[in-house]
T-cell receptor, first 115, second 114 residues
């Protein structure tokens, strides 16, 4: 079984440019989560979807960040006008609605570097 | 709001010994889930073990076990017979029963020495 797939694995973008990160959840999983990991802030929750609907975006910076899940096999995180402080590893995770307490299965992450 | 605190930044132990990593959490809810995840040097994050707040028995999976002390809002991870490959960063995490958002602690870096 394929795990969570994230693309690109690495992205270098210039300050002010747009960056789009993609996530393909595990087949059959109905929830997708986005996290950001930095040395300083650790693992920060950004947003999550359940059955493609946005449920909680409390961790998303209100400006420049947006996430979508147009279908059950694909979610995107878009950062407009990227800034150096957006440099981080962006992690996507998926989970199923079962009795597992919604255990998260993480992708390998997308490392974004803003120069 | 939920908050998870791991005060141990790093721990180093000899191979084949037992190690305990601490974690305390804050919650106003009576029903919640507690997790431990491991991040390897390659960056891969994997789920290890989970404790449901309503269960009194400590969870055990392989050589991982938990020390759940609900009155102290504490969930320690115990690894017995440690191996070199257990070297990693270990994250404690929690979520409320009615909310799927999982909050992570800052992590504890574990180094197993041969």
């Amino acid at each position: 079984n394929a795990g969570v797939i994230q693309t690109p694995r690495h992205k270098v973008t210039g300050k002010g440019q747009e960056a789009t990160l993609w996530c393909e959840p595990i087949s059959g999983h109905s929830a997708v989560f986005w996290y950001r990991q930095t040395i300083v802030q650790g693992l920060e929750f950004l947003t999550y979807f359940r059955n493609q609907a946005p449920i909680d975006d409390s961790g998303m910076p209100k400006e420049r960040f947006s996430a979508q899940m147009p279908n059950q096999s694909h979610s995107t995180l878009k950062i407009q006008s990227t800034q150096p402080q957006d440099s981080a590893v962006y992690l996507c995770a998926s989970s199923s609605r079962d009795n597992s307490g919604n255990t998260l299965y993480f992708g390998e992450g997308s490392r974004l570097i803003v120069v | 709001a939920q908050k998870v605190t791991q005060t141990q930044t790093s721990i180093s132990v000899m191979e084949k010994t037992t190690v305990t990593m601490d974690c305390v959490y804050e919650t106003q809810d009576s029903s919640y889930f507690l997790f431990w995840y491991k991040q390897t040097a390659s960056g891969e994050i994997v789920f290890l073990i989970r404790q449901d707040s309503y269960k009194k028995e400590n969870a055990t999976v392989g050589h991982y076990s938990l020390n759940f002390q609900k009155p102290k809002s504490s969930i320690g991870l115990i690894i017995t017979a440690t191996q070199i490959e257990d070297s990693a960063v270990y994250f404690c995490a929690m979520r409320f029963y009615g909310n799927e958002k999982i909050t992570f602690g800052a992590g504890t870096k574990l180094t197993i020495k041969p």
